[in-house]
Every structure is written in structure tokens, then in C-alpha cells.
């Protein structure tokens, strides 16, 4: 009866200031001796994107303005005081400077530490994503109920 | 000991994506054999409100405003790229198009699979809201306390 | 075999009403026998400023602008329908007048019924924020992994 604690984690935002609180726990959590899992959903399919910067994935038009106007990993914006995308690059300075993993570091990291990362497989339609638009660190694309059920033991954080 | 899991959801936002969210998850873990029970607490309650638009439901000025400020389910923004609320509309769209569930159809199917439906005591009562405002799939309008007790072995979301 | 439960909240946001949703679950679950412990990061920091108001707190030219664009406690904005700062001010004039404890009047009562306060590390060093820079009802400055190590047996919410 020694089963490892487990720690999903369902990251929904793409806010870079919410993801990297995401990673940061994902992380910690590792190194605290649990199984993490992040599931990634709509907006946070944008930390996942291969092709960084603003692009026109998707099926049809709805889809691939959406995904244009979401950019990718390297846009993200902070979930408050973003001031078009100035802050989420001070903020990276500021990380640097501390020495704290900036969020290209983080996700690195978390892969290499073994935490599992999910994409959604809802928002990959809704969006007209495939897994191969997406990083080669997501193990899979699956839906909310097999999530859930890997999830049976877990903590559940939303995030 | 074959307890059934079980999954509490404190449905706080009333934005459009994240209360799609909620209803997914929420729909998913009784598809995975959990007892799932959603409160939902200020912003949410848009989701219940039964007069869907603007309305000036309260007792006094201040609710009044904040009430039709809110407006109600079909007037949910975004969290992201609201443009005044033409993305809603247009991901309303993208779901159709896809055969993905809409939140009316969301909400409808979690009370038939049996997720119980609570609305907070206290934001009801700062908004001046009644439980007739709210739509019959509401069991009972319930303080914290009482939501905490009856989720003491669930697992929480926040959302 | 009696252990207390554990509830573990990570208070990330520091938007006005989800503050007011973290210290009301947080009593709550005190006064439905649990153990609670708040982590607060990032945005989640205003809250605990000593110095209220905007203040250029912080060690380098970045830090000091992020800590006065912030604010503090008492210039904490709404998720949502914030109008330049007015509607806190509105929805605190709504919860005083329907004896709904506000929030110096949560946090106080948080402390005193034994919720444990915590700040985290990597955020204050971000910031540039020292433990003096905050409340008293700080009990310590800690490392995700010190607050995950002790929140093992806990749920956890993200806020």
C-alpha cells in the first residue's frame, strides 16, 4: 500500500503567468515524489503548438482564426497587465535575472522529470488541431473521461 | 469500501469556455462512475439564471446593475478574445460544426446523468437573487459550509 | 485513524472577488474541521503587502514597477466588470450592507481561526518582495516543494 500520490493537473489557460504556475507545480510536485499529469485544453493547446508565432492552423476559417489570434507559446499573454505583450517579456527578464526556469526550461524539465502531458482531445477538434502540430513531449491526445478515469487516485488541480 | 469517488466543482467563473469546462468535466466524471456536485457561486450563477439576457433582477440599485451587467447564460463572454461577445457566438458555431455538446445541451445532459446542482447562499444573497430567479436543475441554494461538509472525502476543482 | 482533513489553497489570483472566494471556502473548511494552509503567489502577494496602496517595493527598476502596478490590498481589481476600480468598491459597499464579512474582516478571521498563512519564495524573489514587506499573519516564506511536501495528504485548489 505504498502507491505513489498522484497530481493531475487540467491546464485550460494559456495565460503565460497561469502555465508557468502550472509547470512550477508539476515540477515541484515531481520532486516531491508524485505521478503528474497535465491535461491540456483549448487555451493551453497554445503552450503544446509546434509552430510558434501567430499561425493559421486549423480547418476552415473559424478554426484557423482562432488559432491565429491565440499564437503560440511564444505569445502568451500575462492573465492581467499585459499591455500587448510587453509584460509577459519583462516578466521573462525578471525570471532570468532571478535565475528562475523560464517557461521553454520548465517544460524541458517537466518532460525530463517524466510528467505525463495530455492534449485534449475536444479542443484538438473544436480548434482543427492534429498531434502532429503539436510538441513531440505530449505522450498523447485523449478525452476528458479517459483523463479522468487515469485520474482516478489523483488530486485534480484546474488551472 | 467500494465507496464511489467523488468530485466536487465550485463553478465560480461565468465565463463562456471555463463554464464549458466545468459541465465537461463535470459530465465526464460521472461517465467515470464519480458523484460529481457543482456549486456555483457569483459569476457562475449567470449559468442558472432562469430570464436569460439582461435583467434587473435584485432588491437594490447596486444588485440591479451588477445583475444586468452580467447578463445571464446566453450572454456568457469569453475569458480571452471576447471582441464583445461575437467569439462566443462564433465557438457556439465551431461546436455545432463539430458535433461537440453546447452548453445548453451540457448543462441538460449533467442533470440527467444526476450531477447535483447547488447555488451559493452567500453570492445569492449579495446579488439579491431568489432561488425561483434560478432554473429548476437548482436542488438547493447552500451555504459554504454545507457544500464543504458534503464534499468531505470529494476531490475539488476551482474553476 | 482519525486524521483531519486537509484542504491546501494556492492563491495565485489577486482579483478582489476570487480573493474573497478563497477566504470564504478557507473559513469555511476551518469551520467544517479541516487543516488549512494558503499558499499565496504571484498576483495573490497584493493581498498580503503591509504597505497598501501603490508602492515601488522591489530591488531593481522591473520588480518595482510590477509591485506599483499591482497595488495592494486595498486596490485589488474584479476578474470581470472591473470599470477602472469602481465595482470592488461597489460590491464591498453591497457586502457591508448585507452583513457579508469583508475581506480584512475574512483575513483576520482566517488568521485567528488557525488557517495557516504561507508566501511563496520563487514569486517574492521575482518581485523582490521580503518577508517584511508583509502582514504578519505571514507565517513563512517557503518553496512550492515545502508547501507540496506538506500538503500531501491534502486537496488542493487553485485559485
Known amino acids: 500500500m505504498t502507491a505513489k500520490k498522484k497530481l493531475s493537473i487540467v491546464c485550460f489557460s494559456g495565460d503565460y503567468d497561469k502555465v508557468i504556475a502550472a509547470y512550477t507545480i508539476a515540477t515541484g510536485a515531481m520532486a516531491t515524489n508524485r505521478e503528474v499529469t497535465m491535461f491540456f485544453t483549448f ?7 509546434k509552430q510558434q508565432g501567430r499561425s493559421w492552423l486549423g480547418k476552415d476559417v473559424l478554426s484557423r482564426a482562432f488559432n491565429f489570434l491565440m499564437g503560440g507559446r511564444n505569445t502568451l499573454p500575462l492573465s492581467r497587465l499585459n499591455f500587448g505583450g510587453i509584460s509577459p517579456k519583462l516578466m521573462q527578464g525578471m525570471m532570468k535575472k532571478n535565475h528562475v526556469a523560464t517557461l521553454p526550461e520548465l517544460i524541458e524539465a517537466a518532460s525530463a522529470l517524466g510528467v505525463r ?10 480548434l482543427g488541431l492534429r498531434q502532429e502540430d503539436l510538441v513531440d513531449e505530449v505522450e498523447d491526445v485523449v478525452g476528458v473521461a479517459t483523463f479522468l478515469n487515469e485520474s482516478e487516485d489523483a488530486h485534480i488541480i484546474f488551472i
Not at 502531458?117 to 473544436?126: T, V
Open 43 to 49: 487555451w493551453g493547446l497554445n503552450v503544446l503548438k
Open 117 to 126: 502531458i495530455y492534449a485534449c482531445e475536444m479542443a484538438m477538434h473544436i
